[in-house]
């Protein structure tokens, strides 16, 4: 298969979802490949963040898979590609033989493009399984859950660029943009800011936006610290504040009547929820003074055009649903929606985790957010596509691995490592010890290959081309230079080649001369990407959606009406659902986990950069002065976090950037893996894991970990 190489390529940076234009530049030897500024790039103009810079850093790491690896008696050996696609397609239809289709699950991979998980959908569905899902379900899927189901589209309702030029106030609740979108926060909101914006923070940690806004230094912002898992107590006390003032003082304007009346459905439905709400006792629930709460609801309601920011702190909750969908009730009925530099926007995380989406790598949904169990969409795809698709919704990857052993028996891995990632993490690993199969398709060794009967090596973002969708929506092409370890493959062409061998009519359904061809395909099963072309792609790239060829795409969304069926957003009164563990006498403290700049999600490719790694070299906890106080730990001493779970052992920093009562730490680093700790509880409807609350307990006077890290030894 032909790709988009050549030795020097305008390109975008893997890491977040911002969607940063760099240049790679290859150098005389194959493996020398650099990082070179894209001066006039469409969203970064050549600025990038600590980790654009360093993003080459990895592409010839001595790390890098690069042969086939098969297997056999509990060790690996190289193989051929041939014998490795061999097996795997045995395999694959020994389960189905088996099992039945349904005892497979694929995981499509928010690190590769959309022609490669546009792909790798379309084998499970062909396969005969709607068990397809990707890492969105352990990030934004609640918050894609309450934007469906009120709004209408799973994104962000507003582009970067007109919150930049419009908004007056940013209400980021739970997300970190300082460091999780640095170029975002520096070259957009950041701009809006120095224009006169306000930030209301809500946040139990204090971080890079904190400081980057200098939040504790004008009485303009605000950080509110709350306890994890308070936001919807947090967000009644705003809401109830706001319609309280509107009773006394109609004309101040607090609510918008009219957008009420005329867009939106449900208000009543709040009123009523709130109507025996005690403020008092939930701003204590919170752990803030009531008063601050008060004071930042007024700046929201007065604000010409207010924009709420949502993150992994709102959305990773068994309640996250309705933690989205009280935002979504704020912006609704102050008529803070279908503007320039308003909406509800959740930053979304990886490279491509949008487009990994839009093009259907989801148990529920088919290209374009067409659901499997409605029968005009499923039968208008099966009729390009050639096949009959499964119309029950299949899977999600967090339970595919909790069924692992039980009704899954085999697991097709494209980039992602469920045994870092996933909660309750030492289990997930019993789990996949019991699959009868695994095949990982990975650049890097990972602590879920470890479990894999096969690995196949994949070429890296910089070493091929194809597609990547943004946070606001652009899809914009990636150009690669030429494969840096000749055996590695392209993802879209192993993808294919299964497809080929493994199905009698393959050649016919998964033999694409290129990723464009893909493109070509998906542009006529996904309406919001039909009216684009590699061509008009271009070097802007494209927002969605995007019908027909010379659509412009749309900057914000829902101007006229919101994408429901009624064509009204729709309002939801919620009430406080504390996390399923709150401290109790032998757990007393809350972790909470998140993110630093200089590191990425598994650590898989940052912990392997000499510049990312530099900074912090392994895990830590913050625990507030007067926690470490009564613990008697000293700043920097090596401490023991336990769960009910597992636990690691990992330096304590002591900080007043957290809360007392509550330790926060990263789920960076395998040699103590935060995700032993935290809890397997997931939102009904989203199915997304709690990850930021878990009660823990702290151990003193243990053992450094030092220079001999082990990532079994604290097992
Ligand atoms: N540098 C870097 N950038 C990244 C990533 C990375 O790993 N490193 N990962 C990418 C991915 S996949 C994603 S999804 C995004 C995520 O980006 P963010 O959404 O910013 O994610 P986090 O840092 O996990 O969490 C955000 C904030 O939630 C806070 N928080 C914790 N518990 C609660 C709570 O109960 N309530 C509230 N209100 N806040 C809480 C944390 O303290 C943290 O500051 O970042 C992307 N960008
Ligand atoms: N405790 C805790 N856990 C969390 C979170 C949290 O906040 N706290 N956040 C959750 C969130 S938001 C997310 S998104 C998930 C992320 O969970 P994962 O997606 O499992 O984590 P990543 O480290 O991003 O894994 C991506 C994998 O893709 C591989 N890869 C990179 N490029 C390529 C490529 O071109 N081809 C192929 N084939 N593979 C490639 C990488 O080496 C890596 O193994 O973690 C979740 N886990
Ligand atoms: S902000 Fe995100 S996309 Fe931009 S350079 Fe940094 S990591 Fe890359
Ligand atoms: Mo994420």
Redesign the pocket.
Known sequence: MSSDQHDQVKTIC?YCGVGCGITVQQGEEPGDVQFMPWGDAPVNEGRVCIKGGAATEVVDHEDRLTEPLVKEDGEFREATWEEAYEYVVDELERIREEHGPDAMGFFG????MNEENYLLQKLARRYGTNNVDN?TR??HASTVWALRTSLGAGAMTNSMADLRDEADLFWIQGANPGEQHPIANSQYFRQAVLDGATVIQVDPHANKTTRSFQIDETDRHQHLQLNPGTDIPLLNIVLKTILEHHEEHPEDGWIDEEFIQKRTDGFEDLQATLAEFDKAAAAEECGIDLEEIERAAEKYAKADNAAIFTG?GMS?HACGVDNVQNEINLALITGNIGRPGTGVNPLR??NN?QGTCDVGAMPNVLPGYQLVDDDEARESVEEVWGFEIPDEPGLTNVEISYEAGESIKGLYV?????V????DANSVAERLADLEFVVV????M?E?ADYADVILP????AERGGTVTNTDRRVQRMRGVENVHENTKH?LEIVSEVGKRLFDDGEEQFDFDDPEAVFEELRQVCPIYHGMTYDLLGEEGLHWPCYEPGDEGDPFLYEDEFDTESGLGQIEGVEHQPPAETPDEEYPLILT???LEEH??????STRSPTLNRQTPENFVDVHPADAERYGIEDGEYVRLRSRRGEITLEAQVTEDTKEGVVWTT?HFAAAS??KL?NHVLDERAKIPE??AAATEIEVDVEPLGETADPAADD
Request: contains cysteine; negative net charge.
């Open positions: 893997p991979s928010s690190k590769t890492c352990m990030c992994m990773q995380g990886q985790v494209l980039g992602e490592n469920p870092m990632s996933e909660p398709q990975d650049i890097f990972t879920t994949a070429t890296t973002w993802d986990t998140a993110r990425y999600n598994t650590g898989t490719m789920p935060a995700n935290t990850y930021k």
